[in-house]
């Protein structure tokens, strides 16, 4: 039986129904994108973990092979979770079948008690590795930890298969809503209609023979593990001792403080709203398999290392060679060539402190006097461009195959989405390639071209906010002639319009850059080149730069804003005499998401202009994410608004995706 009736007591159900949003049944997809980033990533960062260590012959010792058991736990946790929690927050798939169920919930469980034991391990594993490191290898060779791997397993095996059993023998003749996205022993048999003594011992006998067991070996390693490093005589000793555990305590942390939070939330907070328990139980089990990779490709210098070299031999290198025929090297080589036989003697990086030469290339920055650490930023970044590829394209692919969305108002959109597309591929190649591959250094001509795309789809973008909030006002103020006075053929007169005034503004920028000269240093201020940013590198007078800018900038920008402001106004005005209040909020519900378009597109800006003008003595980090935020965050922020406030762009990316 597929469908209950949740009030019969008399049917022992066949079928449990799975929770995404409590009472927001609606609002699933503003957790849908999240998580299936967090999945992607999580899949992402383990593989490559696996790769790096069976690529690597050098990685082939017992710190990374117990990493490498950990990656394939929490791809098991994964892969266990990800089909129902996808399907009830993106498909509002909720219904599972009771086999289903006790089968997730056997691997969940089976794999947490594994990653448990493998952190079990991974401490023994530090502990050995300090006390004594010259017999590290030989106490701990392949064979050893083969058998440990085989003992994790067993003994999670045998902890799990009565777990089924268990929960067969009880009838189901209540409810069967469960609490969460997925199968959990203790959520499932309290929708029992029977004694669960038997289940509540059996589950708490489990956790102290696992869990507490586990807590007690690790506390007890490192107190062994400081009372090692505390017999060091020097203290570069010491912190080298420790610095080896960092990556291991920081996997225990992100292992057991959710775990140590959703039991307390279940515990204690039974008057916390349901929405905290769902965030918590997502937490616990979507977020430490993405963290785990993370940390331990950052802390860990042989495969961040080994990382870096992968795709910067697979990436760079093989697509300099497919273009020019030869690697970096090569390239540099030639280039060296070119300009001695043109008597410049100039190679492809230039001294900073050169105050002669006129430079060809500029230097990009990624996090200021923090260059090791630019990786940190990477992931980040690539998850944004990923979600702002996937959600832009999302949205032209439903406007333009659903018929009933080739209206005004989705056409300006699919517009914007090609503007946000546009803006994203300008700036996504140096961006990942300083944070990812620390490749700073980019040609003038590169530059110069970024340059003029960043500028041009940015007063693109300005202006088909102007034409969405004209649109607005019209669609308000005379929705019987909407569609008659924004014909398709005005639509596309307003687009080409909207792209020549942006190409007419950006024409002279080159212009004006190449004319200057560059003497002095030519380190820029962010990970993109920006015409502020490179013309304050100039050596000459930059006057005609700056009254060009801010002429543009009043001409654009301040006419943009004038004409949403006043649009604004005659919608209010326009709103406020509609009779009835349905009717008053309908009218301006159709406003949200072009009013949240705008708040994101400005506020960065304005945001990243006052710590540019104002925030000369804050750190140079939070000029650095300031900048990364006004180029990275809007684009991925419009589709997700739309997507979510916009009925029929949801309702039609639903049916697509079911």
């Known amino acids: 039986m597929s469908t209950i009736n949740f009030n019969d007591s008399t049917v022992n159900h066949q079928t449990f129904v799975l929770i995404g949003i409590p009472g927001m049944r609606e609002q699933n997809s503003w957790v849908a994108f999240p998580l299936c980033l967090l999945y992607l990533l999580t899949l992402f960062g383990n593989l490559v973990i696996l790769f790096v260590i069976k690529t690597e012959q050098s990685l082939h010792e017992p710190m990374y092979l117990f990493l490498s058991m950990l990656a394939c736990s929490d791809l098991g946790l994964t892969v266990s979770t990800m089909p129902t929690m996808l399907g009830v927050y993106w498909f509002d798939a909720r219904e599972i079948s009771f086999t289903a169920c006790l089968t997730q919930m056997f691997f969940i469980h089976l794999f947490q008690w594994i990653e448990s034991a493998i952190l079990v391990a991974m401490a023994v594993d530090r502990f050995i590795a300090i006390r004594d490191p010259l017999r590290y290898t030989s106490l701990l060779p392949n064979t050893v930890i083969v058998k440990i791997g085989i003992a994790i397993l067993s003994r999670a095996c045998c902890l799990n298969f009565t777990i089924p059993f268990l929960i067969k023998r009880l009838p189901f003749c209540r409810s069967n809503v469960l609490s969460h996205s997925y199968c959990l022993?203790?959520?499932?048999?309290?929708?029992?209609?029977?004694?669960?003594?038997?289940?509540?011992?059996?589950?708490?006998?489990?956790?102290?023979?696992?869990?507490?067991?586990?807590?007690?070996?690790?506390?007890?390693?490192?107190?062994?593990?400081?009372?090692?490093?505390?017999?060091?005589?020097?203290?570069?000793?010491?912190?080298?001792?420790?610095?080896?555990?960092?990556?291991?305590?920081?996997?225990?942390?992100?292992?057991?403080?959710?775990?140590?939070?959703?039991?307390?939330?279940?515990?204690?907070?039974?008057?916390?709203?349901?929405?905290?328990?769902?965030?918590?139980?997502?937490?616990?089990?979507?977020?430490?398999?993405v963290l785990n990779p993370i940390v331990y490709s950052v802390k860990t210098k042989q495969i961040w290392q080994r990382i870096c070299k992968m795709f910067q031999e697979n990436l760079f290198c093989s697509t300099t060679a497919s273009f020019n025929g030869e690697g970096f090297g090569g390239h540099r080589s030639r280039q060296r060539k070119d300009d001695e036989h043109h008597g410049t003697g100039m190679t492809s990086t230039i001294s900073f402190n050169d105050s002669t030469v006129n430079h060809k290339t500029f230097i990009l920055v990624g996090i200021p006097g923090m260059q090791e650490h630019n990786s940190w930023m990477a992931f980040p970044l690539c998850l944004l461009y990923i979600l702002t590829l996937f959600g832009n394209l999302v949205i032209l692919f439903v406007i333009k195959t659903e018929q009933s969305l080739h209206e005004p108002m989705y056409l300006f959109l699919s517009m914007l989405a090609c503007s946000d597309l546009g803006l994203t591929m300008s700036t996504m190649p140096t961006m990942l390639g300083v944070y990812w591959f620390d490749v700073r250094e980019v040609s003038f001509t590169a530059c110069i071209t970024q340059m003029f795309f960043i500028h041009l789809f940015q007063w693109i973008?300005?202006?088909?906010?102007?034409?969405?909030?004209?649109?607005?006002?019209?669609?308000?103020?005379?929705?019987?002639?909407?569609?008659?006075?924004?014909?398709?053929?005005?639509?596309?007169?307003?687009?080409?319009?909207?792209?020549?005034?942006?190409?007419?503004?950006?024409?002279?920028?080159?212009?004006?850059?190449?004319?200057?000269?560059?003497?002095?240093?030519?380190?820029?201020?962010?990970?993109?080149?920006?015409?502020?940013?490179?013309?304050?590198?100039?050596?000459?007078?930059?006057?005609?730069?700056?009254?060009?800018?801010?002429?543009?900038?009043?001409?654009?920008?301040?006419?943009?804003?004038?004409?949403?402001?006043?649009?604004?106004?005659?919608?209010?005005?326009?709103?406020?005499?509609?009779?009835?209040?349905?009717?008053?909020?309908?009218?301006?519900?159709?406003?949200?998401?072009?009013?949240?378009?705008?708040?994101?597109?400005?506020?960065?800006?304005?945001?990243?202009?006052?710590?540019?003008?104002?925030?000369?003595?804050?750190?140079?980090?939070?000029?650095?994410?300031?900048?990364?935020v006004y180029i990275a965050v809007p684009p991925v922020l419009n589709p997700i608004v739309y997507s979510v406030k916009t009925k029929q762009i949801r309702q039609r990316i639903c049916k697509m995706f079911q």
């Open 185 to 289: 022993h203790q959520d499932v048999m309290h929708l029992a209609c029977a004694d669960i003594t038997v289940n509540i011992l059996y589950g708490l006998i489990v956790v102290i023979c696992t869990l507490g067991l586990d807590v007690v070996v690790i506390l007890v390693s490192y107190v062994l593990i400081l009372q090692t490093v505390l017999s060091i005589a020097s203290h570069r000793g010491r912190l080298k001792a420790l610095n080896t555990c960092v990556s291991h305590m920081c996997a225990i942390l992100i292992f057991y403080i959710p775990m140590i939070g959703v039991t307390v939330v279940h515990r204690f907070g039974r008057h916390l709203s349901p929405i905290v328990h769902m965030m918590m139980a997502n937490v616990y089990i979507a977020v430490p398999p």
């Open 461 to 628: 973008e300005s202006a088909i906010l102007m034409a969405m909030a004209v649109d607005r006002f019209i669609a308000i103020h005379d929705p019987l002639r909407y569609t008659s006075l924004l014909q398709n053929s005005v639509i596309g007169k307003i687009g080409l319009a909207v792209l020549a005034r942006g190409v007419c503004i950006c024409f002279p920028v080159p212009f004006l850059i190449k004319r200057l000269p560059f003497c002095r240093s030519n380190v820029l201020s962010h990970s993109y080149c920006l015409h502020q940013d490179v013309m304050n590198l100039a050596c000459a007078d930059i006057t005609v730069n700056i009254l060009y800018g801010l002429i543009v900038v009043i001409s654009t920008l301040g006419l943009d804003v004038v004409v949403i402001l006043v649009s604004y106004v005659l919608i209010l005005q326009t709103v406020l005499s509609i009779a009835s209040h349905k009717g008053r909020l309908k009218a301006l519900n159709t406003c949200v998401s072009h009013v949240c378009a705008i708040l994101i597109f400005y506020i960065p800006m304005i945001g990243v202009t006052a710590v540019h003008r104002f925030g000369k003595r804050l750190s140079p980090i939070v000029h650095m994410m300031m900048a990364n």
